[in-house]
């Protein structure tokens, strides 16, 4: 008797590890390997001897690497000193990569979940519906052309034309994703075309676990297959954030108004709630940064918010800063804190994170986990997907 094969609608988790393309930060050159993406286990690596500028954790590494790098191990040669950005290198793979699908059939899978040529690009989307959107994009125009010197000066005679160039860099912009590492931090790019199929939720139903290149994805409820696009969603950006930030986030990269599951949810609203005006109440007052500012009554006291009030707090919200460099002086985040404390809930998401930017900064973070892990789980489990029961 044989078995049964689950087929791919029924299964658990999938593990993408063919990109079509992928780049090493610049600045972490020295610390992972350039194939895998992975820490060295023996603590060091082999360095390409053309370019001397690629690292890799071991033999099998290098020569797996090869394919990606043997023309790109060329054009390092001939611009020393001079190193291209990494997205000059990573752009640069993916023309490579087209321009031998090309002439050459897809011997290496690279497109076994779909092809390049129907990935959605920026243009597509703009004949459709946000011509007006693209075209007022100064900032992300301005970057292209300077992406495109950088390009031309890197691949000199090797070049694509400028407008298939622009083609390349739109579907590479709205397709391609960042890899972290275990500790969460973000240490390259890559762009995997069966990656590209999952659509976005502020409220995920599953999740990419990175080991180096190498993508984990799986389900974070139960009754979800991850190869039912119709079900398996993923978050393109940080989903610890208020609706208002995440919208911002989607519509700068991916020219999209977010109207998922979690964005139309009013719950959403306890993120971004401000502190009940009578001393001693712990009652939210429930706003979002962009609702028209009114009087609001708390639902424990009655006690009410009136409108000016309101707006200082969406303000107040608008202007904190949504992220903090490392080297910035605890002093200025602190400053913010004492702001938001003064108007904000203690559960507003931008007080949680300006307290987590504070013990960073200040080295306290590790004996202060416990309780902050506490806080934000508090806050967000109502929000997010219902994980596996464990």
Same mark, same amino acid.
């Given at each position: 008797?044989?078995?049964?094969?689950?087929?791919? *609608?029924?299964?658990?988790?999938?593990?993408?590890?063919?990109?079509?393309?992928?780049?090493?930060?610049?600045?972490?050159?020295?610390?992972?390997?350039?194939?895998?993406?992975?820490?060295?286990?023996?603590?060091?690596?082999?360095?390409?001897?053309?370019?001397?500028?690629?690292?890799?954790?071991?033999? &099998?590494?290098? =020569?797996?690497?090869?394919?990606?790098?043997?023309?790109?191990?060329?054009?390092?040669?001939?611009?020393?000193?001079?190193?291209?950005?990494?997205?000059?290198?990573?752009?640069?793979?993916?023309?490579?990569?087209?321009?031998?699908?090309?002439?050459?059939?897809?011997?290496?899978?690279? &497109?076994?979940?779909?092809?390049?040529?129907?990935? $959605?690009?920026?243009?597509? @989307?703009?004949?459709?519906?946000?011509?007006?959107?693209?075209?007022?994009?100064?900032?992300?125009?301005?970057?292209?052309?300077?992406?495109?010197?950088?390009?031309?000066?890197?691949?000199?005679?090797?070049?694509? *034309?400028?407008?298939?160039?622009?083609?390349?860099?739109? =579907?590479?912009?709205?397709?391609?994703?960042?890899?972290? /590492?275990?500790?969460?931090?973000?240490?390259?790019?890559?762009?995997?075309?069966?990656?590209? =199929?999952?659509?976005? *939720?502020?409220?995920?139903?599953?999740?990419?676990?990175?080991?180096?290149?190498?993508?984990?994805?799986?389900?974070?409820?139960?009754?979800?297959?991850?190869?039912? @696009?119709?079900?398996?969603?993923? /978050?393109?950006?940080?989903?610890?954030?208020?609706?208002?930030?995440?919208?911002?986030?989607?519509?700068?990269?991916?020219?999209?108004?977010?109207?998922?599951?979690?964005? /139309?949810?009013?719950?959403?609203?306890?993120?971004?709630?401000?502190?009940?005006?009578?001393?001693?109440?712990?009652?939210?007052?429930?706003?979002?940064?962009?609702?028209?500012?009114?009087?609001?009554?708390?639902?424990?006291?009655?006690?009410?918010?009136?409108?000016?009030?309101? =707006?200082?707090?969406?303000?107040?919200?608008?202007?904190?800063?949504? /992220?903090?460099?490392?080297?910035?002086?605890?002093?200025?985040?602190?400053?913010?804190?004492?702001?938001?404390?003064?108007?904000?809930?203690? *559960?507003?998401?931008?007080?949680?994170? $300006?307290? !987590?930017?504070?013990?960073?900064?200040?080295?306290?973070?590790?004996?202060?986990?416990?309780? $902050?892990?506490?806080?934000?789980?508090?806050?967000?489990?109502?929000?997010?997907?219902?994980?596996?029961? !464990?």
């Amino acid at each position: 008797m044989v078995a049964a094969v689950p087929s791919l *609608s029924q299964a658990k988790y999938k593990i993408f590890d063919s990109p079509f393309a992928h780049q090493l930060l610049n600045p972490l050159i020295d610390n992972y390997c350039s194939f895998c993406l992975r820490f060295p286990e023996e603590g060091k690596l082999l360095t390409c001897a053309g370019c001397h500028f690629s690292k890799y954790c071991n033999v &099998e590494c290098q =020569k797996k690497g090869w394919a990606a790098h043997k023309l790109e191990c060329r054009r390092l040669k001939k611009v020393f000193p001079n190193l291209p950005m990494t997205e000059v290198l990573f752009l640069s793979k993916i023309i490579d990569r087209v321009l031998f699908l090309s002439e050459k059939s897809d011997e290496f899978g690279w &497109e076994k979940e779909r092809t390049f040529e129907s990935l $959605l690009s920026h243009r597509q @989307l703009v004949t459709i519906i946000y011509r007006e959107d693209i075209e007022k994009d100064g900032p992300k125009m301005k970057h292209f052309e300077k992406i495109l010197v950088k390009m031309t000066t890197f691949r000199a005679e090797e070049m694509v *034309s400028r407008e298939v160039f622009f083609e390349i860099f739109c =579907k590479t912009s709205i397709n391609s994703h960042s890899i972290h /590492s275990n500790a969460g931090i973000e240490i390259g790019m890559a762009l995997d075309l069966g990656i590209s =199929k999952y659509n976005h *939720s502020c409220r995920p139903s599953c999740a990419m676990v990175f080991d180096g290149v190498r993508v984990f994805f799986r389900p974070l409820i139960p009754d979800v297959q991850v190869d039912d @696009l119709d079900k398996s969603f993923i /978050s393109y950006i940080d989903v610890g954030r208020s609706r208002y930030r995440r919208r911002i986030d989607l519509k700068a990269k991916w020219y999209f108004d977010c109207e998922c599951e979690r964005c /139309s949810d009013p719950d959403d609203n306890r993120l971004t709630a401000l502190k009940c005006p009578k001393e001693g109440c712990e009652g939210m007052i429930l706003t979002a940064e962009d609702e028209e500012p009114m009087d609001i009554a708390c639902p424990e006291c009655s006690a009410v918010l009136d409108e000016s009030k309101v =707006k200082e707090g969406q303000e107040l919200m608008k202007r904190l800063p949504p /992220s903090f460099d490392p080297k910035c002086p605890a002093e200025t985040v602190q400053e913010f804190l004492d702001q938001a404390t003064a108007v904000l809930h203690p *559960s507003n998401v931008y007080v949680t994170r $300006l307290q !987590t930017a504070l013990l960073h900064l200040k080295g306290e973070l590790d004996q202060s986990l416990p309780s $902050l892990h506490k806080s934000i789980y508090d806050n967000y489990k109502a929000r997010i997907a219902t994980p596996f029961e !464990t």
